[in-house]
């Protein structure tokens, strides 16, 4: 989720319907006319001189209007190329610079395109939409947090996390809205399908910086519900433990200088039913921890306290993988399961196909997946990289590339994914 790549995403899809703004302004039946127009009056036919004028003004007459009529209402449900509206329902600060809330839509949509059809279930395991900030005409994306238990999603309502990062200008216009104004978004612009990549391999490690643990719990819901197999664990880093529990939570020692260096100073917290005060986002957290038992594990680290997630913690949800004895192996090429492939693909995705993947029966990698602003993708598992005006995974890098170096195995058997 970089801040360049979310630029950039903005302007880009920002295009979009602008472009075709300006081709539906001239709608195939002007065209139309006015070419047969030019071939009639190099014939200047005496009879056809005098009646074809008027002709030519009631077609453009009646295809302007035909034009105004069908372009000058603006779609208003949630559709990929337009932004529809919504309203702000409800708002819960989780810190200072960081709230979590809710939208719905403002006209009722009975074939929502994030739901599978005939169901009430998400479609895809990881998307996003874009908002815009109708000012300064600017978008950016947002990841809806999974609905609540309970929770019906076909009334249409969405949830996020959102920090009103330093000097941003989405984040900021956000973060002033109150219940009751009105938003604009359009989607569902889909991630990774990390239940394609993941096949039959049963593990997930998800790393998560600040609200990019909301991808964090998208993923989780969609591979523990998949299957009864399959073992996540979100490692989420927080800056303040605000983001965890209100209030600051239970007061808690600062480590020493020589706490810091050992072992025991780098205390992460664990976050399961034991948790007091949790935070919305921890709250929700805490719920799928209760549904999904050990299947889920949460450990959090919390910059304040100097906790932080090294290379040892990372080995160790690496290594709880459940192998089952399994292999695997991709076919060179594969797209969805070759990590050479990986390195040029880009964050946004079609749903793969059966066509997709070509190493046969069982195929399938464990993911390892980091999520948060540049800086912490980078240092976790290299930087994205550019080409061709869009942004790609690259190669794997960081503190994932120093492990996939010491155990080679990992290499075969993990793909490393960036968000
Ligand atoms: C697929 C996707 C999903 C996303 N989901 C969420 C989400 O659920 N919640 C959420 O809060 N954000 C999310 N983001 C990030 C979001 O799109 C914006 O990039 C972010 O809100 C900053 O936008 P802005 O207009 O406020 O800042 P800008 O005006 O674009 O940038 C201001 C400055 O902040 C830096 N910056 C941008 N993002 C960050 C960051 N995360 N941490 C530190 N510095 C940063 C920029 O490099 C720039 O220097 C997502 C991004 C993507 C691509």
Redesign the pocket.
Known sequence: ???????L??ARLHKAPLTKAITRTAPPSIQCCSRQYATATTKSHPKRSKTLPILITTAILGGSLIYYSTTSSKPTLLNADYFAPYTITSREAVSPT?FVFTISPQHHNPSLPYLAPGTSSWRYPQW?VEFK?PQVQ?A?????LPPLEGEDPSDGSLR???????????????SRLRIGHDVWLRGP?V?FDVLARLGSMKKVVFLA????V??AMQVAQAVLDQSSEAQVDILWAIRKRQELQRGNGPARKRPSWWQFWSTDGNQLVELDSQLQDPSPVARQLKAMKSTYGKRLHIQVAIDDEQTQFRESHLQNAISSGNRQGVSPVATPGCRLHDSSALKLAP??ETPATADDCKCGAGAGKNLFVVS?????VAHYSGPKRWLGGQQIQGPVGGVAGQLQRKYPSLANEWLVLK?
Do not use: N
């Not at 989720?1 to 630029?7: E, I, K």
């Not at 950016?140 to 809806?144: A, G, I, S």
């Not at 996020?160 to 956000?174: D, K, Q």
């Open positions: 989720m970089s801040g360049r790549g979310a630029v995403w903005a960081s996003s900030q600017i950016r994306h947002y990841t809806p996020f996390y959102v920090r009103a990062i330093g000097g941003g200008e989405m984040s900021h216009y956000l612009h991630g910086g600040g609200t990019g909301a991808p964050e946004f948060g602003p540049d800086g912490f968000l």
